[in-house]
């Protein structure tokens, strides 16, 4: 017995092994998949280490830059993945990582997610995923008929015709409002006498030849960055996303974007496309959809919505309201990774004419050609898995009255999160739940009355120590590994519009209880009490309150 170490060897005979035979049983990748399979939330609480590890640490466990030349085997790149990827990954899945859009899946999503990648189907075209692409076509319908409820008669038509799509299934939301946008732009210039389309001449040639000096897509300030991102891909440029303002519920103020549209007009802008937001992605709130409908309409402009986050609050009978007039919008953005509760990535966006898909359609001589089925000829990305699936077994397996369920817990969660804030004395809500996110901060009952009196000068000051605070706070409590919020920059009217840091919430995973949001306000308590690290910063903050009371009281005289 020499002990040498086995190792693994590159041959013909290797390579059809790995493409036709199974690891055994008692492999490191079996027992990888039997105790996924057995207890998904085990596996994920025994192997994802809760202290967080620096990333300059874990990058030197990815440094080698050269492919290996000698293979290694299965179980051995396993091990690995269990010591340096899994170990150092994120627990988005525990119920006390609620800082951002990221939840727990539904037990089923992993085994249906192997069958969807043993077949490894390419939605691009028929050729290459057949039954993938009328069920694909199925659950476009699905989306579209809860936004736009459309009749039986609608859907038996226009969801199997191969000339026109009611939506496009993609990789996420900053990919579907770029298609939705990508339509807008080119229905904004479509072909015309001499012009043949935008989709021909280019954006030069369009402004040109319908005399405008740029076009625009306006949105409020709480707008997604993927809208920015559009403007730049669809050669606007990002100057022409143009930011309209917010109330004091971080909703989009109609007033001023009609106001902006009326100033564009007059500067020989064309106003392309107007963006609603339904679920904004730092508070969580609506905009008036149906105001901005008519907007859009007054100006001609496409009128889209982000229900990227908010979306599936349709479902629920008590709280769709909240996104009333989303059924008069030309496009809406979904992000079934989100609230449909489906692995990462897949978007989709849906259009309310069917017709809307064919502004951007493109055919090839080798695939997506002219009349086929395929339907890669209306989406932005080609190659793309059969994501379809799992929000298929989603929609049916938890149906609309299970993800009513969800939705409704999770927006009472978020009310019940924000009422046990509003009894602390030294926790602040800086914005209410409106849908299932809010936003607060560690502020004690001293400083929130001295900033009720304090001047703007004032003010400034006890804001830039509470944003030191609510930094350390937020990294601090990250590092721990118990729980995990994220954190935000507002900038409330009632602090004279001051970038004020505070801790985010998202409230979507099921999981979560009453009782771990008290834990996780305790800790945060104990760590802004008995840190060594930022007590100073406590301590100067106090003795600014102080000082701003003192002010205010009867006979002090006045600086």
């Known amino acids: 017995m020499t002990g040498k170490k086995k190792s693994a060897q590159a041959s013909l005979e290797a390579m059809y092994r790995v493409f036709t035979v ?17 207890n998904l939330a085990g596996f994920l609480q025994e192997h994802i280490v809760a202290v967080e590890k620096d990333l300059s640490d874990v990058e030197k466990d990815f440094s080698d830059y050269a492919i290996p030349e000698k293979p290694v085997f299965v179980s051995e790149q396993a091990q690995f993945l269990l010591d340096k990827l899994v170990a150092n990954s994120v627990h988005t899945a525990s119920p006390s990582f609620i800082g951002h859009m990221t939840s727990a899946l539904p037990y089923f999503m992993l085994p249906l997610s192997k069958i969807m990648i043993a077949l490894n189907q390419n939605l691009v075209k028929t050729e290459t995923s057949k039954a993938f692409t009328p069920m694909e076509r199925q659950v476009l319908g699905m989306i579209h008929r809860l936004v736009y409820e459309q009749d039986g008669a609608f859907y038996r038509k226009w969801m199997h015709d191969p000339r026109f799509a009611l939506g496009a299934m993609c990789s996420g939301g900053t990919v579907a409002n770029l298609t939705a946008l990508w339509v807008a732009r080119n229905r904004a210039f ?32 709480r707008g997604h960055y993927s809208l920015r991102k559009a403007a730049d891909v669809l050669g606007l440029g990002r100057e022409f996303l143009v930011p309209v303002d917010t109330d004091d519920d971080n909703r989009i103020n109609t007033d001023a974007l009609r106001d902006k549209c009326l100033e564009l007009q007059k500067q020989k802008i064309k106003v392309m496309a107007i963006c609603g937001i339904a ?14 409908a008519d907007i859009a309409r007054e100006f001609g402009a ?49 259009f309310r004419d069917p017709s809307l898909a064919s502004a951007v359609e493109h055919h090839a001589q080798y695939i997506i050609r002219k009349g086929s089925r395929d339907l890669g000829s209306t989406t932005l990305e080609g190659s793309r898995p059969g994501m379809s699936m799992l929000i298929h077994s989603g929609l049916k397996i938890l149906a609309r009255e299970g993800y009513e369920i969800l939705i409704d817990q999770g927006i009472d969660k978020a009310q019940t999160f924000a009422d046990l804030i509003n009894v602390q004395p030294d926790f602040e809500l800086v914005t209410k739940p409106e849908l299932n996110i809010l936003t607060y901060r560690y502020c004690p009952a001293e400083v929130q009355q001295a900033l009720t009196l304090a001047d703007e000068r004032q003010a400034e000051k006890l804001n830039s120590c509470l944003n030191r605070i609510t930094k350390f706070i937020q990294k601090t409590q990250r590092e721990r590994g118990k729980a995990f919020v994220s954190r935000t920059r507002l900038e409330p009217a009632r602090y004279f519009h001051f970038p004020c840091i505070v801790f ?56």
């Open 22 to 38: 199974p690891e055994a049983p008692e492999s490191t990748l079996s027992r990888i998949d039997q105790n996924i399979s057995r």
């Open 190 to 221: 479509p072909a015309e006498g001499s012009f043949r389309g935008i989709h021909q001449e280019g954006l030069f040639r369009a402004l040109r030849y319908y005399g405008h000096e740029g076009a625009a897509i306006l949105v409020s300030r």
């Open 279 to 292: 679920g904004t992605t730092e508070t969580g709130n609506v905009d008036p959809l149906d105001a901005m």
């Open 302 to 350: 496409h009128f889209h919505v982000d229900a990227a986050w908010g979306g599936p609050t349709l479902f629920s009978r008590s709280h769709r309201d909240l996104l009333r007039g989303i059924e008069q919008a030309d496009s809406v953005t979904f992000d079934a990774h989100k609230q449909l509760y489906v692995p990462m990535g897949v978007g989709l966006v849906v």
């Open 504 to 559: 985010r919430v998202v409230l979507a995973n099921p999981l979560t209880t009453r009782e771990i949001l008290e834990d996780i306000l305790a800790e945060q308590r104990e760590l802004a009490t008995t840190e060594e690290g930022i007590q100073d910063e406590i301590s100067i903050l106090h003795q600014m309150a102080g000082a701003v009371l003192r002010q205010q009281q009867p006979g002090v005289r006045q600086a």
